[in-house]
């Protein structure tokens, strides 16, 4: 069973790298020559009507699925190993392609229709991935992320009823009117509505941390390139209709706070998995911030290499963890190059491309998004939350090397650390190659001509000078000598805003939910056990049981009340021939 098992996982895994090899092949000849392919086919006609599914090939759609496919082949041969434990890693198997399925869905369809079935697939799936290990935190956090997506799916059912104004839900067709006509912003609106909350930016990110209660090769497929970068492909997708001004506007504050706000609470969090999200959630701000601002290709571009970098963090995380026997907590580690050297390099290797390290695929998006950004005209408050989020950025990673990587061994000696199973390195190695080697091969690709991009030295400095002081932070942070020196503590009320990720999390439960449920009970009780009560069931229970006593009393007696009776007929009739005489 377990062999018939394994060659399950493998097979997946050929199957999926196949066809992502075949995908990135021609999505190189799709940007060579210029073609977009639209193609229509009709499943079925009867009589005047016919269902017709569309699809949309071009570069950036087959690019994309390449992408995807690669990651989450790679997953599949890595949790082989991760999850063989579990009984259920045929279902699980299942589950992870179904995700894969519906985000093929999504990206291959012009058609709002057909984008709903993989958008609801995606919100369908992960509620059943995040509650796959059953607890009552796993529920909790299933629940939160399903009712958090339902809002983006409203928004776009709601997009879909206001299509119906046109000739076809093929909105590939009314982009251009789009951007012209002030009706359709209607639909620009509902439709970054559902992005935000899809991508969890403020005020719906309270879902994303909360999904890590997922298994690990599940976190490296939803935070690199599915669920979480579904809404900012939508948006690429829609890139007319953020000409307009406040929607720009309102999308790069939205995003930016985004940004800030997850780098700031990663630096005060001791979870391994929570800090990786947080971070993914500030890169995520960071591709909206620079979709609202038109540089769409740059988004695409850094969703593909931050794709690569994110899946091998959380693939060296889930290794870390697996060691470990589970415990998550960074300040239980430490020392860990010492024991698991082959690990902790890829994992330095991904945290150095996600800090934009140059010649690693982080800097190749990152440094051109950040040069971008110096040379657009941009108020100095977005300026400060781009370069500020940067710095944050590599605050965290450097934090999370220090705690993990170096200083003394914190947890039990028993755990017998190594680099157990070529499965997971395997996959490891393979998407550190690609970590290191996919920012520069994409930007060849993308971009036909070098960029110039001229800028005064200290603006050409800054991005530089930030992560240094980004990195020298975040040994500060680290240092628990100099922590406890600087009274850190004094400011706990502090600490704990910044880093529960500003309430967030406790307004979109406690909050949301804590007003109905008092109002529920306080109608109960004057309700259905006070005024509709006394003047309802229980007013006529009373009353026919007093009405069923005085029947009861009148048949107990029966014989007297007829006695009684007779006399009374009796003198009425005497009384009446009395009269009449």
């Known amino acids: ?300 571009f850094h969703l593909l290499t931050h794709a690569l970098f994110k899946a091998l963090l959380f693939m060296c995380a889930g290794s870390i963890i697996h060691n470990m026997k589970n415990s998550q907590d960074i300040r239980m580690m430490g020392s860990l190059s010492m024991s698991m050297p082959l690990t902790c390099s890829c994992f330095n290797v991904a945290n150095l491309a996600l800090c934009g390290m140059p010649f690693l695929a982080g800097f190749y998006s990152k440094d051109l998004i950040l040069e971008m950004v110096s040379l657009s005209y941009l108020n100095s408050f977005s300026f400060f939350l781009f370069f500020f989020s940067t710095g944050l950025t590599v605050c965290y990673s450097f934090r999370l090397v220090y705690y993990s990587m170096t200083g003394d061994f914190n947890s039990s000696v028993l755990h017998p650390l190594n680099d157990k199973g070529w499965t997971m390195i395997f996959s490891i190695f393979f998407l550190m190659i690609m970590a290191i080697i996919g920012g520069s091969m994409l930007s060849w690709l993308m971009f036909f001509n070098p960029v110039m991009i001229c800028l005064p030295l200290i603006l050409k400095m800054l991005t530089l000078f930030v992560c240094i002081l980004g990195g020298v932070m975040g040994y500060i942070l680290s240092n628990v000598k100099l922590f406890f020196m600087n009274k850190s503590l004094c400011y706990y009320n502090f600490i704990f805003f910044v880093g529960s990720m500003w309430f967030m999390p406790i307004i979109s439960t406690i909050g949301v939910i804590n007003y109905p449920l008092k109002l529920g009970l306080y109608s109960y009780k004057s309700f259905d056990q006070g005024w509709s009560e006394f003047f309802g069931a229980q007013m006529l229970y009373f009353k026919l049981k007093s009405y069923s006593l005085y029947l009861q009393e009148f048949q107990n007696n029966n014989l007297k009340i007829y006695m009684l009776s007779y006399m009374l007929w009796f003198i009425v009739l005497l009384m009446l021939i009395m009269l009449i005489n």
Request: charge should be negative; charged fraction near 10%.
């Open 1 to 300: 069973m377990v062999n018939y098992l394994i060659n399950y996982c493998k097979i997946s895994f050929y199957f999926l790298i196949c066809i992502s090899f075949s995908l990135f092949c021609l999505s190189i000849k799709f940007i060579l020559k210029d073609l977009v392919y639209f193609i229509e086919w009709e499943i079925l006609t009867m009589q005047s009507m016919s269902i017709v599914m569309t699809f949309l090939f071009d570069w950036m759609s087959l690019m994309f699925m390449s992408f995807v496919l690669l990651i989450s082949s790679l997953v599949i041969f890595y949790s082989n190993q991760y999850m063989e434990e579990d009984y259920n890693i045929n279902r699980f198997i299942l589950l992870v392609l179904m995700f894969v399925m519906s985000m093929m869905m999504l990206i291959i369809s012009p058609n709002l229709i057909s984008i709903l079935l993989g958008w609801d697939g995606l919100g369908l799936v992960s509620y059943c991935l995040v509650i796959y290990f059953q607890n009552v935190k796993s529920y909790n956090a299933g629940m939160l992320t399903a009712l958090s997506n339902r809002i983006g799916d409203v928004a776009l059912l709601l997009t879909i009823a206001w299509m119906l104004n046109y000739g076809s839900w093929n909105y590939i067709f009314y982009l251009d009117l789009m951007g012209k006509d002030m009706e359709m912003m209607v639909i620009g609106g509902l439709v970054m509505l559902a992005a935000m909350t899809k991508s969890a930016q403020i005020p719906f990110s309270s879902w994303l941390p909360a999904a890590m209660a997922a298994p690990t090769p599940v976190s490296a497929l939803v935070h690199s390139s599915t669920l979480v970068t579904a809404g900012v492909y939508l948006l690429i997708r829609f890139n007319v209709l953020l000409v307009n001004w406040w929607m720009g506007q309102f999308l790069l504050l939205v995003s930016g706070l985004t940004m800030f706000m997850a780098g700031l609470g990663a630096n005060f969090e001791f979870d391994l998995k929570k800090i990786i999200a947080l971070s993914t959630l500030s890169q995520l701000g960071l591709m909206m911030s620079i979709l609202s601002m038109g540089y769409y290709n740059l988004a695409f």
